[in-house]
């Protein structure tokens, strides 16, 4: 479906776009990534609370993955893609134009993605001046889309409203699903996160028509974290129950230090087998891929969290409701 947005504008901005804002635009447009989210999700889990980190990287997961359905249902393809000039007008690397060659346009994932995460994070925000950053950052990270090419204005306005549905849906629900989703068995839990892993996959199969190693690779990498998460977050509760407690701030930027790298180590240990065998293709990638980012969202759940404990820098609830 290709829907009849106004290119003509990013041509122009692309024509008019000095280095300077293309670097910042750049940077703010990483953190509206599965990486930038790593890091502020990270923020929250050591200093201020590690439900609200939970709650927030569930959130942002599940709109990707929504973001995904829509994209692969409407089919619009990214600016520049049909004519063939997009590299003429694309502010990103090579390797990255070849990756967003393979997605879709419409809805923006980054707005989209944005607004359910800052979003509801508004609603857990104290202060006004910490509201008027969170409302800030969608802006930002929607609008570094279009100017660096990759995306119509149209799209964003679409992701904007759609993550701001997810983010007042999310702070009306979340609580009650997520005691009843605790409340389930782990097998349960497992089959379910699974089950719809692989019909995401399909569904993306067959509204596509490509084979499978023709397929776009991160929503894999997302519903594997998403399905780590899930896992292991209930896992955590019973068997660590790691607690923020005041803590100085030396302390607390130890646990975001020791979270990040060891998330970091992880995902490097991913790419190991690439490098010594080559990299693998179609299912077998698919599966790999599922599976290792389910591994990343286990261990900063759960591993983290444990060593936290062992180490001395939290301390640990589950003795009071039993292991």
């Not at 990534?33 to 923020?43: N, P, R």
């Not at 923006?108 to 995460?117: N, Q, T």
């Not at 509760?237 to 060891?262: N, T």
């Amino acid at each position: 479906m290709d829907l009849d947005f106004n290119q003509a504008w990013l041509a122009t901005i692309a024509d008019h776009r000095p280095e300077l804002v293309t670097k910042v635009f750049q940077a703010i447009t990483f953190m509206g990534g599965v990486e930038g989210y790593l890091i502020v999700i990270a923020l929250i889990f050591c200093f201020i609370s590690k439900r609200l980190a939970v709650s927030a990287s569930i959130i942002v997961l599940v709109s990707m993955i929504l973001n995904h359905l829509l994209k692969t249902f409407i089919q619009n393809p990214r600016p520049f893609v049909v004519d063939g000039t997009y590299l003429d007008y694309w502010a990103v690397s090579p390797m990255r134009a070849a990756e967003l060659v393979a997605e879709f346009s419409t809805p923006s994932g980054h707005a989209m993605a944005a607004a359910a995460f800052y979003g509801f994070l508004i609603t857990r925000a104290h202060s006004t001046f910490a509201r008027g950053l969170l409302l800030f950052a969608p802006f930002l990270i929607g609008i570094s889309r279009p100017i660096l090419g990759v995306h119509f204005f149209e799209d964003i306005a679409l992701g904007w409203l759609l993550g701001g549905g997810i983010a007042c849906l999310a702070v009306l629900k979340i609580d009650a699903l997520w005691r009843r989703w605790i409340s389930l068995d782990l097998i349960v839990q497992a089959a379910l996160t699974i089950s719809v892993s692989a019909l995401v996959w399909l569904a993306t199969l067959v509204l596509t028509g490509r084979s499978a190693p023709d397929l776009p690779t991160e929503f894999i990498s997302v519903l594997g974290f998403l399905t780590g998460v899930l896992l292991a977050t209930p896992i955590e509760h019973r068997k660590v129950d790691y607690e923020i407690e005041q803590a100085s701030p030396v302390i607390s930027s130890i646990r975001f230090v020791l979270m990040l790298g060891l998330l970091i180590l992880v995902l490097l240990a991913l790419d190991a087998p690439a490098l010594i065998f080559g990299e693998p293709s179609g299912v077998i990638e698919t599966l790999w891929r599922y599976i290792g980012y389910g591994l990343v969202g286990a261990v900063g759940v759960f591993v983290v969290p444990w060593l936290f404990v062992r180490l001395k820098l939290a301390t640990s609830g589950s003795s009071t409701h039993g292991s």
